[in-house]
């Protein structure tokens, strides 16, 4: 088995953690290949020395019975996703952030993940993907696990023309519009007033940001759709965010959105449940009467 590490630079990193994590690694006999970053903070907490076949720059390589690990918090996943080779390398998180939502070992189990990991005993979920193509500039194809984005550039607010196929929705003015998965119902969309939806379902979550008009609330819509927008932006220019990658598009865009033919396959080795991790981590229902 080769195991992808990845983590970002701004990580916590917890030398206590790599030591487990590359002691592990050496134990089992696992091949690993990990990224710059990582390896330079691997070496500077351990002192180590990584040779220069195992890291990788930018997409990792694919060298068959692939897992990768990501090490850092939810936005450390979201970064690691878009390194993956191929969506048929499953991909399971280390957490030393803070939320932790996507991530699934809090950093105190890393032996036995690996263990799990070789013998086979962890499960997976697919998790339905967006994917954003049109008038982006940087991005011809822009692909999102959580959400895309479009959100206003300065201080003037932008109106957003959205469409269902062919059915139009409603033209949306204000700060922006969250377009979520059900994956990342918890995340951005949430803030933004949207609904908590199970992962597991088959949808889109339309969110307005700071919408002027008391009407506008969030919709569910099928994912088996396209849903286009074209941005009135008033002659000035604003954002378009895939997960946390951010590109500008300018006042007459129009961009179009459907669920990717790639899923990612997320590892779930605990045995909690959506909603047994809805109410640790999002404290949902606690009553402290």
């Not at 916590?12 to 330079?40: C, P, V």
């Not at 890291?55 to 850092?72: F, N």
Request: proline letters at 4%; glycine letters at 8%.
């Amino acid at each position: 088995m080769n195991i992808i590490l990845f983590s970002r630079k701004q990580v916590n990193h917890h030398r206590e953690q790599l030591e487990k994590l590359f002691s592990t690694i050496e134990r089992l006999g696992l091949n690993y290949t990990i990224n710059e970053d990582f390896a330079m903070a691997v070496e500077s907490l351990l002192g180590i020395t990584i040779a220069p076949e195992q890291r990788y720059a930018e997409r990792a390589v694919a060298m068959g019975e692939d897992v990768m690990v990501s090490y850092g918090g939810d936005g450390t996943l979201l970064d690691a996703v878009q390194l993956l080779p191929n969506d048929n390398i499953p991909i399971v998180g280390i957490n030393c952030g803070r939320l932790g939502y996507l991530t699934a070992d809090n950093g105190n189990g890393i032996e036995g993940l690996l263990e799990r990991l070789v013998k086979g005993e962890i499960p997976f979920q697919k998790r339905n993907m967006i994917l954003a193509e049109g008038d982006i500039n940087g991005c011809d194809r822009c692909l999102a696990l959580n959400e895309i984005t479009i959100h206003r550039h300065g201080a003037t607010m932008i109106s957003i023309e959205t469409y269902v196929n062919d059915n139009r929705i409603a033209t949306y003015h204000g700060d922006g519009l969250v377009i979520s998965t059900p994956t990342g119902s918890t995340a951005y969309s949430l803030s933004a007033g949207g609904p908590v939806v199970d992962p597991m379902c088959q949808c889109f979550i339309l969110s307005p940001l700071a919408p002027h008009n008391l009407t506008m609330r969030p919709i569910v819509v099928p994912n088996n759709i396209t849903i286009t927008l074209r941005l009135m932006a008033r002659g000035g220019e604003a954002f378009l965010s895939a997960d946390n990658r951010t590109y500008p598009i300018t006042d007459g865009a129009t961009i179009r959105l459907r669920c990717a033919d790639e899923q990612l396959i997320l590892a779930t080795p605990h045995t909690n449940s959506f909603y047994d991790t809805l109410r640790e981590k999002m404290m949902w229902g606690v009553d402290n009467r």
